[in-house]
């Protein structure tokens, strides 16, 4: 089981980015999948959670201005970040909860595999 994000970079405060987690050697839409980040210093935090039904949760910092989906048709979960502020700038993380479908967890121990981060930097 293999997870690779990509779409990470540099943007300035409003910007929009769309990190994407590709998945080989399972079916994402299978499982709770969950994006986290991690700043220096700062524990690993929740971002957002989709479940197998497509239902998404998501943290109140990032409510209403990220968006997750599931592309079936190439096994991947994209993160759409939009009116990004320098709070966001982290490694972002995706991660499936093989054990649970539906009544996601959120915090991270519960997750495996997880891929290998993209950082995300925002700043002017």
């Known amino acids: 089981v293999l997870l690779v994000e990509s779409g990470g970079g540099l943007v300035q405060p409003g910007g929009s980015l769309r990190l994407s987690c590709a998945a080989s050697?399972?079916?994402?839409?299978?499982?709770?999948m969950a994006w986290f980040r991690q700043a220096p210093g700062n524990k690993r935090e929740w971002v957002g959670i989709i479940d197998s039904d497509g239902t998404t949760t998501y943290a109140d910092s990032v409510k209403g201005r990220f968006t997750i989906s599931l592309a079936n048709s190439n096994n991947t979960l994209n993160l759409q970040m939009n009116n990004l502020k320098p709070e966001d700038t982290a490694v972002y993380y995706c991660?499936?909860?093989?054990?649970?479908?539906?009544?996601?967890?959120?915090?991270?121990?519960?997750?495996?595999?997880w891929g290998q981060g993209t950082q995300v930097t925002v700043s002017s």
């Open positions: 050697g399972l079916t994402l839409g299978a499982f709770c």
């Open positions: 991660a499936v909860d093989r054990w649970r479908q539906r009544y996601c967890y959120h915090y991270p121990e519960v997750y495996n595999p």
